[in-house]
């Protein structure tokens, strides 16, 4: 079973950091494109950052470049999002989602949501004082 479980949410002060975990099971996370997502309340989930399948090309939504990073770790299976300077706008339901791109697209990740074919469960990031 292709699963995917995220972790590391949880509530931090305005300016604080949190690094969220994608962690896979049943299936090699190397040969995928990750892709995270977030969604506030009352608010459409949106997408935030991903990592292509092949040579680390990643991309970042608005302003959130030079304040997340996407990063993977194969031995793992595992990717991260490390989250710096958060601010309350940030607070959401954070979601990794795995896409198997076609061999001439492995070398670039995207924000649609109907290329991911594998979600988890989301984790809640609050950022708060």
């Known amino acids: 079973q292709l699963q995917l479980v995220e972790s590391g949410g949880g509530l931090v002060q305005p300016g604080g950091s949190l690094r969220l975990s994608c962690a896979a099971s049943g299936f090699r996370l190397d040969a995928y494109a990750v892709g995270w997502f977030r969604q506030a309340p009352g608010k459409e989930r949106e997408g935030v950052s991903c990592?292509?399948?092949?040579?680390?090309?990643?991309r970042y939504t608005g302003s959130l470049q030079g304040r997340f990073t996407i990063s993977r770790d194969n031995a793992k299976n595992t990717v991260y999002l490390q989250m710096d300077s958060l601010q309350p706008e940030d607070a959401a339901v954070y979601y990794c989602?795995?896409?198997?791109?076609?061999?001439?697209?492995?070398?670039?990740?995207?924000?649609?949501?109907?290329?991911?074919?594998?979600w988890g469960q989301g984790t809640q990031v609050t950022v708060s004082s």
């Open positions: 990592i292509s399948r092949r040579d680390g090309f990643t």
């Open positions: 989602a795995a896409d198997a791109p076609r061999e001439e697209f492995s070398r670039l990740c995207v924000f649609q949501e109907y290329e991911y074919d594998t």
